[in-house]
């Protein structure tokens, strides 16, 4: 991983910004981190459902210890990928707070362990006890 800062409005503070006079910087790295929240999210969407549907039609139907083995590895690398976008995310929301991006805030909430689940309900929308449930706002 990269140790290095890169010397963003987020990084330094809009203040400091201000005074350099590239307050205009900040601006753009709001509309930056936008899309890049928006495209981990979408990300993080796509591999709950990869890990939905491995849950539904690998691990479920697996005969042998052999065959299960294979499906979990197969939902831990989808894991690894999961958690990589969901840092990126993550850091994305915590520097839209740096500056001060109140109104994407109510859009970009922080993640809890709950949005992170993979939806079974979701691909078997028949199923029991499914009634009082919630789905994440990542869902909608």
């Given at each position: 991983p990269e140790t290095m800062v890169?010397?963003?409005p987020s990084n330094i503070s809009?203040?400091?910004c201000a005074e350099w006079g590239?307050?205009?910087l900040v601006l753009?790295?709001?509309l930056l981190r936008e899309g890049q929240a928006n495209d981990a999210l979408h990300a993080i969407r796509v591999n709950l459902a990869d890990k939905a549907i491995l849950f539904r039609t690998m691990l479920r139907s697996a005969k042998s210890q052999s065959q299960s083995t294979r499906a979990w590895a197969q939902v831990h690398s989808v894991d690894k990928i999961?958690?990589?976008n969901v840092h990126v995310y993550s850091k994305c929301q915590s520097q839209l707070v740096h500056l001060s991006a109140n109104d994407l805030l109510a859009k970009f909430r922080p993640l809890e362990k709950a949005d992170?689940?993979?939806?079974?309900a979701v691909v078997d929308p028949n199923a029991r006890s499914q009634r009082n449930s919630t789905l994440?706002?990542?869902v909608y």
């Open positions: 890169i010397p963003l809009i203040e400091r590239v307050a205009d753009q790295e709001i999961l958690y990589l992170l689940k993979a939806i079974i994440a706002f990542l």
